[in-house]
Every structure is written in C-alpha cells, then in structure tokens.
C-alpha cells in the first residue's frame, strides 16, 4: 500500500534524527541502510488540476501584441502566454520565490520584465518573496536584483522617459517590523537601489502611481500592517499619502480631505484619459473609509462615496483608458463607476469566481478585458457580460494533499484556497494524459484536510471553513455533512466563545469589520483568537 510504503522510507531516511543518536565511527552499518538517500533519478510531474485554478496577482500585456501577456500568481510564479490564453507557459520555476506580487513589463521593450516577489496581499494564506527580479528575453532566463528583505512587493514603476530609472512600492514583512520597506528607486537598471522614501519600521508602501505627463511626479500610498499569531492589524499613523516632483528626492503628504484618523489599505489610479483625475479606495473607520479622487493633482481630495472592497484583502483600483469618469475597483465583485467614484454597480459576473485581484482594460477596446482572481483567469470581449474562464492554468492552492489506495493508480486529495476540496488520479491510461474531467469536488468552500478509508477508497472524508465536515462517496457522488454538533443543552462557555467570534470568521463579511487601531494593538496583552479565524 503506497501510502505506508512511503512511510516506512520516510522513517528510514530519518531514524537516526528522530532518535537523536549517532553513531560511532567504527561501528558497522546494515549494507542496505545509506547514510544519505539520493533523489535524483526522481522528477516532478504536473497532474494538475486547472478544473479550478488559483488566486492571479497581476498581469503584464504587450501593448503592441495583446495575445501576450505574462501573468504574475500569489502561489504559482510567472506563467506567459503568446495566444491570447489557448497556453500558458511557467517561466518562473527555478528562481527564487513561487509567491509574486507584481509584474511590470519595459514600455520600450515588452521582452524587458520586472517581477516583485512576495504577495501584496495580508492574509494567512500569504508566502513571502525574496526580493524584484528582472529578464531580459522575454521570461527566458531571470536574475534577482536585490531588495531581498522587502519580502512583499507591491507595484513597480519604469520610468517611460529612462528605462534605466524604476520605483518600487515595496511593502514590507508581514509578520514583523523592519525590512526593506518604502520606495526604491534605480538608475542604473537595477544594479544599485536607494530608498527614497521611508516612513518607519512599521509602514511600507504598496501602492505607486506615475503622473504620464511627467515622469518625475508619483504618488505613493503607505500602508501600516502587522499579523500576529492572534490578530492582523490593518492600518495605523504611517498610513497615508506621499507626492513627489523631483523624482523621489524629495516628498510631501497629500493627505488634505482624506480620514484625519488611522487609514489603512489605500488604492491609487490615475486616470490615463486625464491624468488631473487621481482616484483611492481608503480603509479607514466606517464613517471615513470610502472612494476618494483629486482633480489638483493631490493638493485635495473629496470624498466621492462610502464604497469599499474591503482592504484587508482588495482596495485595487483601476481607471479607465478612454473615458475619466470610469473607473474600476477589485473586491468580492468586480465594481465599475462611470460618475466618478459617486455611485459604483458590479460588473457582472454571471457564471464567474468572485475575489478578485486584478484587471487589465484593453485601450483599443475597452470592453476587451482580463480579470484575475482566486479562482484564476477570465476574459470578456463584450463587456462583462459574458466570460470565458481559462481552464488551463494548474496554479491550484492546495493547503493539504493526501492519497489513497486505489489500484492500479492512486488518487491525490486536498483542500484547497476558495476552490473546494478535490480529489484526482495520479495517471491515468488516456493517451493525453490527465485531463479536468478526471478531477472532482468532493466538499464545497475553502478546502483544509482530506482523508481517505484505508480500507476502502471510495470514501473520503473532507473538511471546510467554520469546522465543516462531510463524508464523500466517489462511487455515488453522495455527500453526508458528519460535522459534530454539541447538544443544546449541554451548550458551554466555550461554545459561547466561538459564537462570539463567528464574524470574524465569515469571509465575506470579514473585509468589512472595523480596522484595529495600530496604537491600540500594540498594548494587547494576552492573546485572543487564532489566527486562522482572521
């Protein structure tokens, strides 16, 4: 039985660590017990699946050639297609970090790219980056070119004029303070960095923003955050907004008519059909968060509306090409305005994964788009209200995988990030292989740990959020919810305790709770829920 086989291996290879003895030189070793276990005849092979794929951070498009585009994921590297999404390419397998934030490709030269590693999102689900990353030929080979600490990346700006001059938003560690945090600025092409902007240990910037008139004017938001083991604290005094005139040399906050409080996760666009028009979604206290613009180049901004995506998680903006009024916003949905920033409607996304991340407008034909979002790839070509998912794309997030008995080939099982739990073969004798329809849901929401029936493996049981449990039959498809459930007399403190944090644990509501106050959590002094229920 292949499980236990693997198993037995793997206690051989680590006897003498688990047990913690050594031993002597002189001692003689069993002839078939090696000090080291060579792995190198052994190779990976992909068995997918891309029946649902995973969460998209942002994309790169060649302007002259709309058919390539590289696509940047939160947990599957740097992916290019050259036919419009028919295949996708992985360009990124062998360097550094698997998590990517951003990518931004050479407005001069589309075979010019610049990768920020580390995701440029909060969440418990997040992995960190070892630092920007550059190639030269198209995704063919990659270099890393510093700012190793930064761990998270945010945005990445090539100067339009001087393609040797590049900002970078760097975040900065999630877990911890310090780090390379701020903005950095090249101009030599990466060969040496200095931080033009730096607000303190705690404070990184995510967002950048250059005015295309004038390459020497950007805006840049910081934003001030922190996981710990009990809490995520979004927003505190670092928070805000930053303008330069001079190219970073020098910087001054912006922050007239925005919240005079704590601000969290702030969101940038300028408009590129007027670039007087600068957009923000602001995280802030529930009567001060909302969608703001300035038409005086940041001397002031207005409160436009109270709309929010929730900046734990999205407050992405993007503006339209063409027209100055319109403007998207990524979130649990997709929201487009066309006045401004007063009033905001979903997209549409009939027959579409929600969470979204990222959207690239086409400007030749702006109801040409490709949408990002935990569930992958979509393209519309007549303005949302249609989609085509591209089920291509194996960058499934899998928390946990485990495998059965099956003969003659084993299933593969886990629990994945927003895509279900799901089960497939490890071969198959299809001559093209696996394919999507040899993969299956065996639980709804969030996937966490599978399990199989030794004995039997046509029974699989799977977990989801909130504590959910079923018992699956491959067999039947039949799904029996087996989730213990206390008696309601014999209800208890501690039941009452995890009542008590239930919204924290909804996720679509959890981007709308309160921001905790940077000041306030630094004084807590003893430990409240997991930090899986955040």
Same mark, same amino acid.
């Given at each position: 039985?292949?499980?236990?086989?693997?198993?037995?291996?793997?206690?051989?290879?680590?006897?003498?660590?688990?047990?913690?003895?050594?031993?002597?030189?002189?001692?003689?070793?069993?002839?078939?017990?090696?000090?080291?276990?060579?792995?190198?005849?052994?190779?990976?092979?992909?068995?997918?699946?891309?029946?649902?794929?995973?969460?998209?951070?942002?994309?790169?498009?060649?302007?002259?050639?709309?058919?390539?585009?590289?696509?940047?994921?939160?947990?599957?590297?740097?992916?290019?297609?050259?036919?419009?999404?028919?295949?996708?390419?992985?360009?990124?397998?062998?360097?550094?970090?698997?998590?990517?934030?951003?990518?931004?490709?050479?407005? @001069?030269?589309?075979?010019?790219?610049?990768?920020?590693?580390?995701?440029?999102?909060?969440?418990?689900?997040?992995?960190?980056?070892?630092?920007?990353?550059?190639?030269?030929?198209?995704?063919?080979?990659?270099?890393?070119?510093?700012?190793?600490?930064?761990?998270?990346?945010?945005?990445?700006?090539?100067?339009?004029?001087?393609?040797? #001059?590049?900002?970078? +938003?760097?975040?900065?560690?999630?877990?911890?303070?310090?780090?390379?945090?701020?903005?950095? %600025?090249?101009?030599?092409?990466? %060969?040496?960095?200095?931080?033009? *902007?730096?607000?303190?240990?705690?404070?990184?910037?995510?967002?950048? &923003?250059?005015?295309?008139?004038?390459?020497?004017?950007?805006?840049?938001?910081?934003?001030?955050?922190?996981?710990?083991?009990?809490?995520?604290?979004?927003?505190?005094?670092?928070?805000?907004?930053?303008?330069?005139?001079?190219?970073?040399?020098?910087?001054?906050?912006?922050?007239?008519?925005?919240?005079?409080?704590?601000?969290?996760?702030?969101?940038? +666009?300028?408009?590129?059909? !007027?670039? @007087?028009?600068?957009?923000?979604? &602001?995280?802030? @206290? +529930?009567?001060?968060?909302?969608?703001?613009?300035?038409?005086?180049?940041?001397?002031?901004?207005?409160?436009?509306?109270?709309?929010?995506?929730?900046?734990?998680?999205?407050?992405?903006? &993007?503006?339209?090409?063409? !027209?100055?009024?319109?403007?998207?916003?990524?979130?649990?949905?997709?929201?487009?305005?066309?006045?401004?920033? %007063?009033?905001?409607?979903?997209?549409?996304?009939?027959?579409?994964?929600?969470?979204?991340?990222? *959207?690239?407008?086409?400007?030749?034909?702006? !109801?040409?788009?490709?949408?990002?979002?935990?569930?992958?790839?979509?393209?519309?070509?007549?303005?949302? %209200?249609?989609?085509?998912?591209?089920?291509?794309?194996?960058?499934?997030?899998?928390?946990?995988?485990?495998?059965?008995?099956?003969?003659?080939?084993?299933?593969?099982?886990?629990?994945?990030?927003?895509?279900?739990?799901?089960?497939?073969?490890?071969?198959?004798?299809?001559?093209?292989?696996?394919?999507?329809?040899?993969?299956?849901?065996?639980?709804?929401?969030?996937?966490? @740990?599978?399990?199989?029936?030794?004995?039997?493996?046509?029974?699989?049981?799977?977990?989801?959020?909130?504590?959910?449990?079923?018992?699956?039959?491959?067999?039947?498809?039949?799904?029996?919810? #087996?989730?213990?459930?206390?008696?309601?007399?014999?209800?208890?403190?501690?039941? #009452?305790?995890?009542?008590?944090?239930?919204?924290?644990?909804?996720?679509?509501?959890?981007?709308?709770?309160?921001?905790?106050?940077?000041?306030?959590?630094?004084?807590?002094? +003893?430990?409240?829920?997991?930090?899986?229920?955040?």
């Amino acid at each position: 039985m292949k499980k236990y086989l693997l198993l037995l291996l793997s206690c051989l290879f680590l006897g003498n660590t688990v047990t913690g003895q050594k031993k002597s030189p002189t001692e003689s070793k069993p002839a078939e017990i090696k000090d080291e276990l060579s792995l190198s005849g052994l190779k990976f092979r992909n068995i997918g699946p891309a029946l649902t794929s995973g969460r998209i951070a942002d994309f790169a498009v060649n302007p002259a050639n709309p058919f390539e585009y590289f696509v940047a994921t939160a947990s599957g590297g740097v992916w290019k297609t050259s036919n419009g999404g028919t295949t996708y390419e992985p360009i990124f397998d062998s360097q550094g970090s698997y998590s990517i934030g951003c990518i931004t490709m050479d407005p @001069e030269n589309p075979n010019v790219l610049w990768v920020g590693s580390g995701e440029n999102n909060n969440q418990r689900s997040v992995a960190y980056g070892d630092g920007i990353y550059k190639s030269e030929d198209g995704g063919a080979t990659w270099k890393n070119m510093g700012l190793k600490t930064s761990e998270h990346i945010g945005r990445i700006i090539v100067d339009p004029t001087n393609t040797s #001059i590049i900002y970078v +938003a760097a975040i900065g560690p999630l877990w911890k303070e310090g780090g390379e945090r701020g903005v950095y %600025k090249t101009t030599d092409g990466g %060969k040496t960095w200095n931080q033009v *902007l730096k607000i303190d240990d705690h404070t990184g910037v995510n967002d950048i &923003v250059i005015d295309p008139r004038n390459p020497n004017v950007l805006y840049a938001a910081a934003f001030q955050r922190r996981r710990h083991d009990y809490a995520y604290i979004s927003g505190g005094p670092g928070s805000g907004m930053y303008k330069t005139t001079d190219g970073g040399k020098s910087w001054e906050k912006i922050n007239t008519g925005l919240p005079s409080g704590d601000k969290g996760r702030i969101g940038l +666009a300028v408009s590129p059909a !007027n670039p @007087e028009y600068l957009y923000a979604i &602001v995280e802030a @206290e +529930a009567k001060d968060a909302g969608f703001y613009r300035s038409t005086n180049r940041g001397a002031s901004w207005q409160k436009m509306s109270s709309h929010q995506t929730g900046g734990n998680y999205y407050n992405e903006v &993007v503006a339209d090409p063409i !027209n100055p009024d319109k403007v998207y916003t990524m979130g649990y949905d997709v929201s487009v305005s066309t006045d401004g920033g %007063k009033t905001f409607k979903p997209i549409g996304e009939k027959s579409k994964h929600v969470d979204n991340h990222a *959207l690239w407008v086409n400007p030749a034909n702006t !109801n040409h788009m490709i949408n990002g979002c935990d569930g992958g790839i979509y393209e519309t070509k007549d303005g949302a %209200k249609t989609w085509e998912y591209k089920s291509n794309l194996p960058i499934t997030q899998f928390y946990k995988v485990e495998v059965d008995n099956s003969e003659p080939f084993y299933f593969v099982y886990g629990g994945t990030q927003d895509n279900f739990s799901l089960g497939g073969p490890s071969r198959t004798r299809n001559e093209n292989g696996i394919v999507n329809s040899d993969w299956f849901v065996t639980n709804g929401g969030d996937g966490f @740990e599978s399990a199989i029936d030794p004995y039997n493996p046509n029974i699989v049981y799977a977990q989801s959020q909130y504590g959910g449990l079923v018992r699956f039959d491959k067999i039947t498809g039949e799904s029996v919810g #087996i989730q213990p459930k206390p008696a309601k007399e014999k209800m208890n403190t501690a039941g #009452i305790g995890t009542l008590l944090y239930l919204p924290l644990l909804i996720k679509k509501e959890e981007s709308t709770l309160p921001p905790i106050r940077f000041s306030e959590a630094m004084t807590m002094a +003893a430990p409240g829920p997991s930090s899986a229920m955040m």
